[in-house]
């Protein structure tokens, strides 16, 4: 499943479904989240105030990136902390492999961070014989099982206790079981250990406050606390859009965060962080890397910029038709679902992410759950229409990219249809052809769309006369 | 009362249903409404705007506004389509002219169920029809034009029918246009879920759309299923 590339989706969707295990362990835990969500919000009356409060502080916040990210800077320095810029994935790993390196870091634990899944930090760390363990429970199973995330808030949604059962008595030679009580219980002597040891915790970051240079990190199992206050030297990689500008903010987001994603009024932890540890108990250094990697041209532009208003609930995920049925792991790319189809065209590009704006039937059902009020739909179409036409210039001189996914045969199918569409009398004649062409005894075998249809439906056919040629004008 | 109605077909139901469309003008009719159809009228240019190809989109959306700008109101027996017209300001965004007469276009251009309940004040149009019917909210007139309870209170008032709840009722049944021949296999597990909370009380699957019903009707006739779709206009023109 690791090796599965956007490219290939349709492949890749094929042979998750191939996989019943997979299907049924997708359908049970995104339905329980997805009711779990659905109880919860039920209890809050302002529901809908609270999205539209969110979305317009995110949307003032991206609109003035520059100015918030500067107050956030200046107010995480004065704490203490050290602030260090990464413009892509390679700068911001090196930066995480420096300081490991310059301190001599031997033991590196880590926190559950879609960021640093993004930059594969694990990878470039483990080059220099110091890949951190992770702490988080789904995120140590995957990392077991040599495997990828495949949601952003359950890891390892995909998995089913009893695999999980196999791979802990393969991994690390434990009697049978497949009781989640016995199986956390191992997790958590193993994971202890590893915290004691740590010099060295790498966290990502919910939210980076302005005001006050504050980051916070939500969690429900204790280990993002263990993480940022246990090792002398704490590492957090923050993705530039994750600033807000006021504590008071969080009042707003902490009330949709948990309730959208796990459906919980609260995370059971909240790590509020503002620089290193004045008192010398917790990490003695507070690192913060700030992560463009594409974002600041998403910025740029002013329909896409929505997408970095996203606070990685995983609601869409759960919410989604097409994710309900093949899970992560189809999409390719580190962010799959409803927000990885249109988050990771725009940070990969088109050339290899391009399939994904089309893994959609459009359902609309990710834009009703989102918290902060992201229009899934409208960019998933944006994104297909810059798909086959082309993407405009990201600023005034650059270079516009050229369509990506424009199939000539396609493309001049559409145009044909455009044509013909325009103009009744065209369209009539088209319809009549069709009639004719239908009732030949091969036609359904023929035409590729139909043939694809009929592999699992019964197709219709043209009616015998058309509501135009039957159309006795109003009653009178 | 009596509402002017220009009656748009969709290119599908012209062509593949005109029964459902007939339904729709006689329901209508019943209803109190002067129906008109405007044979130059086509597609909405759904297809393949959500293809990508707004370039052929607008070219057939702007004629769609030239055919319909002049009507009082126009109801299509979809809320797919009628949520496309409402896409229209959006996709003539950068053309100020065009933008200002899609928008016009957009405002009165009405979903048929929500149509007779909002705007008519209709609940009962004097249909019988002894049948158990469970309700697929299709998901452009559930999430874009929030239609929901109207078809229900249309359908409440329908002699003999009974409302079976369906669990999956919000269920996407997985057409999606070209998504349900780029990834057949995909479009029809999404579907296969849908039906799956199907049992032995329903006869009937009624939807706003006849796509949806399109694609449910093919796997329900495949699967050799006693249930039938039907459009909602049917139902209510049955008496
Ligand atoms: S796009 Fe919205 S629903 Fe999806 S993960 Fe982001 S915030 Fe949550």
Redesign the interface.
């Known amino acids: 499943m690791n090796s599965m590339r956007p490219e290939t989706f349709?492949a890749n969707?094929?042979e998750a479904?191939a996989d019943a295990t997979l299907?049924g362990a997708l359908?049970r835990a995104t339905d329980t989240f997805a009711d779990r969500r659905a109880a919860a919000i039920g209890a809050v009356p302002d529901w809908q105030e609270l999205r539209t409060r969110a979305a317009a502080i995110k949307a003032h916040t991206l609109a003035r990136l520059d100015h918030y990210l500067e107050q956030f800077v200046a107010n995480a320095e004065k704490a203490g902390a050290v602030v260090h810029w990464a413009r892509d994935a390679n700068e911001a790993c090196a930066i995480v492999r420096d300081l490991a390196a310059a301190r001599g870091s031997k033991r590196l634990v880590k926190s559950k961070s879609m960021a640093t899944e993004e930059i594969h930090l694990n990878a470039a760390l483990a080059q220099d014989g110091r890949e951190p363990v992770e702490t988080d429970l789904g995120e140590w199973i995957i990392q077991l099982a040599g495997e990828t995330p495949s949601h952003i808030i359950v890891p390892a949604i995909h998995k089913t206790k009893e695999q999980i059962g196999e791979l802990f008595v393969d991994k690390l030679g434990i009697p049978p079981s497949s009781d989640p009580q016995v199986l956390a219980a191992e997790a958590r002597t193993r994971l202890r250990a590893h915290f004691a040891a740590a010099d060295l915790g790498i966290s990502g970051v919910n939210f980076g406050v302005a005001e006050t240079g504050t980051i916070l990190v939500l969690e429900n199992e204790g280990n993002a606390r263990m993480t940022t206050t246990l090792p002398a030297v704490h590492v957090a990689v923050m993705g530039i859009e994750k600033v807000i500008p006021r504590f008071a903010d969080l009042e707003t987001f902490l009330r949709l965060l948990p309730r959208s994603g796990t459906g919980q009024h609260l995370t059971t932890y909240q790590s509020m962080l503002t620089g290193p540890d004045p008192t010398g108990q917790g990490p003695r250094e507070l690192h913060v890397v700030l992560l463009d990697n594409g974002r600041s041209r998403i910025v740029a532009d002013e329909l896409m910029r929505q997408t970095l208003a996203c606070i990685r609930c995983g609601a869409c995920l759960n919410a989604c038709?097409?994710y309900?049925?093949?899970g992560g792991h189809a999409y390719g790319s580190v962010y799959p679902g409803p927000i990885g189809a249109i988050l990771t065209p725009q940070l990969q590009g088109m050339h290899s992410a391009g399939t994904l704006p089309?893994?959609?039937?459009?359902?609309?059902?990710c834009?009703?759950v989102c918290p902060v009020k992201i229009d899934i739909p409208?960019l998933l179409?944006e994104l297909?229409?810059?798909?086959?036409?082309g993407e405009p210039a990201a600023a005034p001189g650059a270079p516009a990219s050229l369509p990506t996914?424009r199939k000539p045969l396609?493309?001049l199918g559409?145009?044909l249809?455009?044509w013909v569409?325009?103009?009744?009398a065209r369209?009539r004649a088209a319809?009549a052809l069709?009639r004719l062409g239908q009732k030949l005894p091969f036609a359904k075998q023929l035409f590729?769309?139909l043939r694809?249809?009929q592999?699992?439906?019964?197709?219709?056919?043209?009616?015998k006369?058309?509501?135009?040629s039957?159309?006795r004008?109003?009653?009178r | 009362m009596s509402r002017k109605v220009a009656l748009f077909?969709t290119?599908l139901?012209?062509?593949?249903?005109?029964?459902v469309?007939?339904a729709t003008a006689d329901v209508l009719?019943r209803a109190g409404c002067?129906?008109?159809?405007d044979?130059?009228?086509?597609?909405c240019?759904q297809?393949?705007?959500?293809?990508?190809?707004?370039?052929?989109?607008k070219?057939?959306a702007r004629?769609f506004v030239e055919i319909f700008e002049r009507a009082d109101a126009i109801v299509a027996p979809s809320g797919s389509c009628t949520a496309m017209v409402h896409r229209y300001p959006?996709l003539f965004r950068d053309e100020p002219a065009w933008r200002a007469r899609a928008e016009a276009v957009a405002h009165k251009a009405f979903e048929f169920s929500s149509f007779l309940v909002r705007e008519l004040g209709v609940t009962d149009v004097g249909a019988t029809l002894r049948a158990r019917v469970a309700w697929h909210d299709a998901?452009?007139g559930?999430?874009?034009l929030g239609v929901h309870d109207e078809p229900r209170a249309l359908l409440a008032a329908v002699r003999g029918l009974e409302l079976v709840d369906l669990r999956t009722g919000e269920?996407?049944c997985?057409?999606?246009?070209?998504?349900?021949?780029?990834?057949?296999?995909?479009?029809?597990?999404?579907?296969d879920?849908k039906l799956s909370a199907l049992d032995e009380r329903v006869d009937v699957l009624s939807a706003i759309d006849s796509s949806c019903l399109?694609?449910i009707?093919?796997?329900l006739?495949?699967r050799g299923s006693r249930v039938r779709a039907l459009h909602l206009a049917e139902i209510l023109a049955s008496t």
């Open positions: 349709a969707a094929r479904l299907t359908r038709p097409v309900q049925s093949i089309f893994a959609s039937s459009l359902c609309g059902a834009k009703d409208t179409l297909r229409r810059r798909a086959v036409e996914r396609e493309a559409w145009r249809w455009s569409t325009r103009s009744p369209f319809s069709t590729g769309p694809a249809w592999s699992t439906r019964n197709a219709p056919e043209l009616a006369r058309s509501f135009r039957q159309w004008g109003p009653v | 077909a290119c139901g012209d062509q593949l249903w005109p029964e469309v007939q009719q002067v129906v008109t159809f044979p130059a009228q086509t597609c240019a297809p393949a705007f959500n293809s990508g190809y707004q370039q052929e989109a070219a057939v004629r959006h998901c452009h559930l999430r874009e269920a996407c997985g057409f999606g246009g070209t998504f349900a021949v780029k990834f057949p296999e995909l479009s029809t597990a999404m579907l879920h399109m694609q009707r093919g796997r006739q495949r």
